[in-house]
């Protein structure tokens, strides 16, 4: 149940509360009001961690959450540094081998779920594949991850290629960053991001559009949110995005819930 709709039952039942004088019915209100409390306790940050600890036997040591979330993601990152290193992608660049990077990126793309699979990982590769696209993406993300101004400066003038290579998304802004630095970097899921803010009460407002600012506030929610599961010993932003999705997974993993 959403958060409106919980909010309405309790409404309802602190209605029944206030005017009913049957026990039958004073009982099923505070049944439902100690239902309501049992589940925000459950959802909200405390609650979260404790269910981590259920689901996770040993967090984020232990077997479950290496296999389902840890290892694959790591995977990924240390084949970034083999493929698109610094040194490695700027020899490609000054050969203007666009062809190869591209190889390069898509090999890294299909190693994770992380960009949704039918619709944006064809879309993403569909246009960075053209000729005329490659000759501004990939300049781009070479100078985002490695340039040399300060990285918010980079972030929002990666976001003005995206929005000219109609690839304004999320998803196609955070990736690579997150595959070359985990430990500073955040892969930003919408819907996950939004819901986990959610559930934390967390002053943020999130924006569809990318940007440097709002990156900028990502990053720092990210950060506060690894210093409040510090319990649990989070090694990276791979373990705090595997956090996020136990707090809020979206799609099928969603429905399942």
Known sequence: MTQQDLDALRRNALRILESATEAKKLDYAEEVLSAIDEQLERRYLPGMIKTFRNVYPGGFYGEKQAVEEREYKLAACHRFQELLSQPVYADLMEAEDYSEIYNRCA???????????????????????????????????????????AIMVRFGEWCSVLTDLELSKWTYATYFLFLSNPEKYMFVKPEMLK?????????????????????????????????????????DMIDVHSFMWHMAPTGKWAENE
């Open 107 to 149: 090999n890294l793309v299909g190693m994770t779920n992380l960009i949704q699979g039918s619709f944006e990982k064809p879309q993403l590769l569909d246009s960075i594949r053209r000729p005329e696209h490659a000759d501004k993406f990939f300049p781009a993300l070479f100078s985002v991850l490695y340039g040399d101004a």
């Open 195 to 235: 819901k986990s803010i959610s559930l934390c009460r967390y002053p943020l407002e999130y924006e569809s559009q990318p940007s440097a600012e709002l990156y900028s506030e990502v990053l720092a929610y990210s950060n506060w949110l690894k210093s409040k599961i510090a319990e649990l010993k989070p090694r």
